[in-house]
């Protein structure tokens, strides 16, 4: 399942990111929200990066952390309805009232024509803004029913880990979050950009924003000798270029190909080869973005069998060419 990446590098002027903070907040999304865009980025040399204002309805007070801890938000709604991208990380209850004040300063960014993002229940307040209206949208599968139950005009996928509408773009619960901030930084800085950011976070750079949310068992120690799909996986990831099949996959695997289906999608969430097609897309990203070589030779580079194939997944995952991609993030072009 494709969701559109909007090629959006960001001009010479700093970005401005809004997170909304609220009493009762659990702090893990924040904290994502902060490490992303709040952090500064020495390795990035001169790179303009974004600007963070944490937002309250009430700045200044003490907001009471799910922990035992509280935090000061600096800016008000007035900061939040003024910025390029809006994240609410969260609602206070999943299905209660979003606050009318809230609700005016998102509509008032979403009329300026800000980015407005949601993490979990934080698709509460998009909906109660209006702005999911006859979209797609996502937020934690534990509340998709609920959301879809009080906003029946919004379509709601419990079954993937973000959308990208353009203008807004909503993900599941928690992690999910992390995949779509890296997901908003590659939209505006390109892959190699969001893929440093990834690696201090110590975070794989990029996860489809269709895969499921749910998988059937957790994940377990990623160590090859101990996982036969994990060592299918690192196996395939150094041979991209290579010819990949499900058969040979469930061979590397010491599986018959039925039983690797079940087990490679019952922990990735997603079938091997659109896995493959996923890893050759992004391994393509990369080649784009830092050189001049023929479309034809890239695909080759990354395991498709023609420059058409090519550009075909590429299409239907990112939602641009790679001739546009690379215009918009090559160095070439830059």
Not at 11 to 35: K, N, Q, R
Not at 139 to 153: G, I, M, V
Not at 191 to 210: D, I, K, L, S, Y
Request: net charge neutral.
């Amino acid at each position: 399942m494709a969701v559109d990446l909007v090629l959006t590098r960001q001009p010479a002027s700093v970005h401005t990111v809004a997170v909304l903070a609220f009493d009762g907040m659990a702090p893990f999304e924040l904290g994502v929200v902060v490490e992303v865009f709040g952090l500064a980025r020495p390795e990035l040399g001169d790179l303009p990066w974004y600007e963070l204002k944490v937002c309250a309805e009430e700045p200044g007070r003490d907001l009471r952390a799910v922990g035992g801890f509280s935090l000061k938000a600096e800016h008000g709604l007035d900061a939040l309805a003024a910025a390029d991208t809006v994240i609410v990380p969260g609602v206070a209850r999943a299905g209660g009232e979003v606050s009318p004040a809230l609700v005016a300063a998102l509509r008032q960014a979403h009329a300026r024509g800000a980015r407005l993002v949601s993490i979990c229940s934080g698709a509460f307040a998009l909906a109660a803004a209006g702005v999911l209206t006859g979209r797609r949208a996502t937020t934690h599968w534990r509340y998709a029913d609920l959301l879809a139950a009080q906003y029946p005009d919004v379509e709601v996928d419990s079954d993937v880990l973000y959308v990208d509408n353009g203008d807004v773009l909503s993900s599941a619960g928690s992690a999910a979050g992390i995949d779509l901030c890296l997901y908003l930084v590659r939209a505006d800085h390109g892959a190699q950009v969001a893929n440093t950011v990834a690696r201090r976070f110590v975070v794989p750079p990029h996860r489809e924003g269709g895969q499921a949310q749910f998988i059937e068992a957790a994940v377990g120690p990623l160590r090859p000798e101990e996982d036969g799909v994990a060592r299918s996986m690192a196996w395939a990831m150094e041979r991209l270029a290579a010819p990949l099949t499900v058969s040979r996959l469930a061979q590397v695997a010491g599986m018959s190909e039925r039983s690797y289906l079940r087990h490679f999608a019952g922990r990735n969430g997603t079938s091997p080869m659109r896995w493959v097609i996923a890893q050759r897309v992004a391994a393509s990203l990369p080649l784009l973005e830092s050189g001049s070589a023929p479309i034809e030779e890239v695909a080759t580079a990354v395991g498709f069998d023609s420059a058409a194939t090519f550009r075909h997944h590429f299409t239907r995952t990112m939602r641009t060419t790679p001739t546009a991609y690379r215009r918009a993030f090559g160095r070439v072009a830059s």
